[in-house]
């Protein structure tokens, strides 16, 4: 199994609304990470977790709050949300996430979320 | 901090040629990934470049790799439409965070 799943698709919340992002992964993979993605824009780093611990936070505003129950589990936590917020949010999982060799990451196909 | 710099941003070409994607980085840097995206979809990994000089090829893709230059180029020979999608170079970023760096990204569009 190499996949890497996403749960909503489609998402389209007001800007009181809070709501949860879901991603999961069974490779054994240790590192996951959440993806912001504006239209025709490269990928945005936004958290980084390995080992369930948080190791990398881009500076991301406090609306939006990453979560790791467990290693095959990553949630994405939104709340109060702008307009400009809208994107494609991608999850992606890696061995490690500490930059081995043969580090590589896979994504899910992401949630595309509206914000009204 | 590490930046990755594509081009061209677009690039729109005839079925049947060939023509080359540009990705140079800005520090040292021991590997290049080169990702594919669909509209609206995932990114699909095509290429892992770990050493100096490596080459991969998959159909009409051929990637390759030069670390002393920091550059890595994307090869597409006799294009054909299914090839139309936007192609992201990236590289790991180890000084501040490990981590992957996108590229800007090259839309690709090749015409009947």
């Known amino acids: 199994d190499t996949e890497v799943t996403q749960t909503p698709k489609h998402l389209v919340m007001g800007m009181t609304n809070k709501k949860s992002l879901k991603c999961e992964q069974h490779?054994?993979?240790?590192?996951m990470y959440w993806y912001k993605q504006k239209a025709k824009k490269p990928p945005e780093l936004m958290f980084v977790?390995?080992?369930?611990?948080?190791?990398i936070n881009e500076s991301v505003p406090s609306r939006f709050s990453p979560e790791c129950p467990n290693s095959s589990l990553l949630n994405l936590h939104l709340h109060a949300l702008q307009p400009e917020d809208s994107a494609l949010y991608l999850c992606?999982?890696?061995?490690?996430?500490?930059?081995?060799?043969?580090?590589?990451?896979?994504f899910g196909s992401g949630t595309q979320l509206s914000v009204l | 901090e590490l930046k990755v710099e594509q081009n061209p941003l677009f690039l729109s070409m005839q079925e049947g040629k060939n023509y080359t994607i540009y990705c140079n980085y800005s520090?040292?840097?021991?590997?290049l990934y080169w990702y594919r995206q669909d509209p609206g979809k995932s990114l699909e990994s095509l290429f892992v470049?770990?050493?100096?000089?490596a080459v991969k090829q998959e159909g009409r893709l051929m990637a390759s790799l030069d670390t002393k230059a920091r550059l890595s180029t994307l090869h597409i020979t006799a294009a054909v439409h299914d090839l139309s999608a936007t192609y992201f170079c990236?590289?790991?970023?180890?000084?501040?965070?490990?981590?992957?760096?996108f590229g800007a990204g090259t839309i690709l569009r090749v015409k009947s």
């Open positions: 990236a590289s790991w970023e180890r000084e501040y965070g490990n981590k992957l760096v």
């Open positions: 470049l770990l050493s100096n000089g």
């Open positions: 520090t040292t840097s021991d590997r």
């Open positions: 490779m054994g993979h240790r590192a």
């Open positions: 992606a999982s890696s061995q490690e996430g500490k930059g081995a060799t043969n580090e590589k990451l896979f």
């Open positions: 977790y390995s080992y369930e611990k948080l190791s």
